[in-house]
């Protein structure tokens, strides 16, 4: 399988996203998702002036995916730091 077949790397930067571990009184859903942590990623920067513009808020989205629905698509976000405390180790199983 290549990167632009597997939904658990970015299409925009094709960096390999990192799970994270969804509260359970998240309005995002249940589970696991993959959310691409790439600060350096077009779609996390170019989010900052669009949400900037568009709502006029300091947030910015980061690409994500949810395997159990397929769901794809953004991620909102308020810094560069949010939502890392949820990652979860590829090793550990959930």
């Known amino acids: 399988m ?9 299409p925009y930067c094709q960096t390999k996203m990192l799970r994270i571990l969804l509260p359970v ?3 995002w859903g249940t589970g696991m998702q993959y959310v ?4 350096e990623c ?5 989010g ?3 949400t900037k513009k568009t709502m006029n808020k300091p947030a910015s989205y980061r690409h994500h995916y949810h395997p159990e629905t397929g769901r ?4 909102a976000v ?9 990652i979860v ?4 199983e959930d």
């Not at 077009?42 to 170019?46: E, I, N």
């Not at 794809?72 to 991620?75: F, R």
Request: proline share 7%; hydrophobic share 25%; glycine share 2%.
């Open 25 to 27: 009184e998240s309005n």
């Open 42 to 46: 077009s779609y996390f920067v170019k």
């Open 72 to 75: 794809k698509g953004p991620l």
């Open 78 to 86: 308020w810094s560069r730091a949010a939502l890392r405390d949820l």
């Open 48 to 50: 900052w002036e669009h």
């Open 36 to 39: 691409c942590f790439n600060d």
């Open 89 to 92: 180790p590829e090793d550990r």
């Open 2 to 10: 290549t990167t632009e077949n597997d939904p658990t790397f970015c």
